[in-house]
């Protein structure tokens, strides 16, 4: 998918956006969260759901068989406007498939640009199976495991895919997100191994059994096994986003989710603050997974480690 807009204005832009948002974010906390202390912050990161369609089935997806057609390009530049209006200065956008969304010409590098007018950070997360082109600031790939288990998870052929379009964008900052399930979890930290110099990093999270579909989620007594290998493993240099502090609350769940820093888009344009299971599937705190909503909660709550380990994945 060729990008839209002046080559040489997003070499420009590339090139000053990560000074620039680190400075524009660091003024953000400190104006909003740090001297203004309040119950209810506004949201500062925006997750935009921006189509339930797909190209792949995968069996822990619950989005793929929702018939939820692709929201028109207005509508999405008017919901962006509004999560700017409303705090959120970093949005990253999910599906569905992401590279899929479409309205007459325009594709998903024509939000992909739109967003970076309005907001210091921009990324994605998708499957891996289209090349990495988007001019977004960050690119999440998921992997749920080596080739025989992902594969298995999400078709034939997937995980090559996959690995072939990271390797062939590793200028860019591509980081792989991997989540903890029942039927992974055990290869994970081989998973890491391998990853390891293939990309900028290695966020992870734990499976949450949408809809009462539970063979898939991981009992605490195996994420909590989990956790302490990956802690190890970030101590001894893996590439590993998450913080420690974040991952020892996932492992205790003991952790107060601040959710109204987290703003989401669904599918069907709808906006929803806080989590956003609520209205949209049982929410069972106690099983959470969702990862950033831990480290985010941490950072606001001025955790130094979970602050700090925001700063490396976002800028």
């Known amino acids: 998918m060729p ?9 420009l832009n590339s090139a ?5 948002a680190l400075v524009k974010l660091t003024g953000r906390v400190v104006s909003t969260y740090v001297l203004r202390r309040r119950k209810n912050p506004p949201p500062f990161l925006a997750s935009f759901k921006l ?19 692709d ?18 200065r970093m949005v990253i956008f999910e599906g569905g498939e992401p590279y899929m969304w479409q309205d007459g010409k325009r594709t998903f590098n024509d939000i992909a640009n739109t967003a970076r007018d309005l907001f210091d950070v921009v990324g994605v997360t998708t499957n891996g199976t289209f090349p990495l082109t988007s001019p977004t600031d960050l690119t999440w790939v998921s992997l749920d495991g080596l080739e025989s288990t992902h594969d298995a998870l999400r078709g034939s052929g997937v995980f090559q895919q996959a690995m072939t379009h990271i390797q062939s964008a590793q200028k860019q900052r591509v980081y792989a997100h991997l989540t903890a399930n029942k039927l992974n979890a055990a290869e994970l930290p081989d998973l890491v191994r391998f990853l ?10 734990f499976y949450y059994p949408y809809g009462g579909v539970n063979d898939l989620w991981l ?28 991952l020892r609350a996932m492992q205790r769940g003991d952790w107060r989710c601040v959710d109204n820093l ?23 705190c106690a099983r959470c997974g969702f990862t950033p909503h831990a480290e985010i ?19």
């Open 3 to 11: 990008a839209s807009g002046n080559p040489s204005r997003l070499q």
């Open 16 to 20: 000053l956006r990560r000074p620039l």
């Open 51 to 69: 189509t339930h369609r797909c190209n792949l089935r995968c069996r822990q997806c619950p989005f793929w068989h929702q018939p939820t057609p």
């Open 71 to 88: 929201l028109p390009y207005d509508q999405v530049k008017a919901a962006l406007v509004e999560l700017r209006a409303r705090g959120s």
């Open 196 to 205: 390891k110099g293939k990309v900028r990093g290695i966020s992870l999270q």
């Open 219 to 246: 009992p605490q007594d195996e994420r909590s096994q989990l956790i302490d290998t990956v802690i190890n493993m970030k101590r001894q240099g893996y590439p590993i986003l998450n913080s420690i502090a974040g």
């Open 262 to 284: 987290v703003d989401n888009v669904h599918a069907d344009g709808s906006l929803q603050q806080g989590c956003y299971l609520k209205g949209h599937a049982a929410a069972d």
């Open 297 to 315: 909660s941490l950072a606001y709550q001025g955790n130094l480690d979970a602050i700090w380990g925001g700063l490396r994945t976002f800028i």
